[in-house]
């Protein structure tokens, strides 16, 4: 009998590799491996891809070949994709026969189907209305819910290899980061946590975790002074926190990032979940551990934290996705 067969999108990020290194080892799935460059093929095939394909959220030429005989998707896109995402939730709803469960990655706080609250008054202050992020997220899941499809959530704190990439160079150079968030404490998680419990979801399949949205974070919530502690311990240097105005991290990234780092800096997450151990039986990784141990994929956190990053100062990398409205 034939392995049924996983799509991965998003398959070369931080998620997405860790998720197939993991599935390959379980030898449950026939892994299909969506990228956008053919120079990801060799790396995705090392690290236990069984195909790789050509996929495009934007091109929907490139959507049948890569759906066809797939019985569960990985849904995951970068927030300025979230247009063509939608559009391929259209798709996934016209074979609804044929994907039996989709994962969807997610953001905590988009949960506009689980919490009772009105999006003018949870705010982080007077007048402000819920991240715009956090509101795309939202969407991202609704789009795949109103399509009838068996969806999981997976709704993620801050990641961790997220915080410092856009201080790579202060970092590297002159020892210091800077961000406004000062003493608030969040509970951030390791991306290799979120593809474990993606994993395991996948595995168990739609008929346990169908309509189910779990809230994934660190083990424990820690403050800009504490990161910068456990940063330098791994690298052997001392690293300093330098807390930023607001006012200017918005100069730097752009108003609808901004929004959501005070989201971020006005506690809304800190706490922490037990989801992650409810699925997988274990407490989540630190930060500490996530920077000085290998995940599934071969890489350190200490790794990842020179490798791209999405947020460069100066651009306003949600600029165009801002104006998409909710259909």
């Known amino acids: 009998m034939s392995k049924p067969i996983v799509l991965v999108t998003s398959a070369s990020g931080r998620i997405g590799r860790e998720l197939i290194a993991r599935l390959a080892k379980e030898q449950q799935f026939l892994i299909r491996a969506c990228c956008f460059s053919e ?8 690290i236990g891809a069984d195909e790789v394909v050509r996929f495009d959220l934007n091109d929907e030429a490139t959507w049948s070949a890569a759906l066809d005989g797939v019985s569960s998707v990985y849904s995951a896109s970068l927030d300025p994709m979230l247009e063509g995402h939608l559009n391929f939730c259209k798709e996934l709803g016209r074979r609804k026969d044929q994907i039996q469960h989709v994962v969807r990655i997610s953001c905590m706080g988009a949960d506009t189907n689980t919490a009772s609250y009105d999006a003018n008054k949870h705010a982080s202050r007077t007048g402000a209305s819920i991240p715009l992020m956090l509101q795309h997220y ?63 979801v996948l595995s168990e399949g739609g008929a346990q975790h169908s309509n189910k949205f779990y809230d994934i974070t660190g083990p424990e919530p820690q403050t800009m002074a504490e990161i910068a502690e456990d940063l330098g311990r791994a690298m052997d240097k ?14 730097d990234f752009g108003s609808t990032r901004a929004e959501f780092f005070e989201y971020l800096a006005n506690g ?20 500490y551990e996530y920077l000085t141990t290998k995940g599934a994929a071969g890489e350190t956190g200490l790794e990842e934290l020179w490798q791209g990053n999405l947020w460069k100062k100066g651009e306003d990398a949600m600029k165009a996705a801002a104006d998409l409205k909710a259909s």
């Not at 201080?167 to 991306?191: H, K, M, Q």
């Open 138 to 200: 939202w969407w991202g899941e609704k789009a795949l819910i109103d399509e009838g499809l068996n969806v999981t959530v997976l709704r993620n704190n801050f990641f961790m290899n997220h915080l410092l990439k856009t201080d790579c160079d202060n970092i590297d150079s002159e020892g210091w980061f800077a961000n406004p968030l000062g003493d608030t404490r969040n509970s951030l998680v390791a991306t290799r946590d979120i593809a474990e419990a993606a994993a395991v």
């Open 238 to 251: 001392s690293i300093e926190y330098r807390p930023q105005k607001m006012e200017d991290f918005e100069r």
């Open 268 to 287: 809304f997450y800190t706490r922490c979940s037990p989801d992650f151990y409810n699925i997988t039986g274990h407490k989540p990784t630190s930060y």
């Open 39 to 46: 120079s990801k093929t060799e790396f995705l095939r090392s």
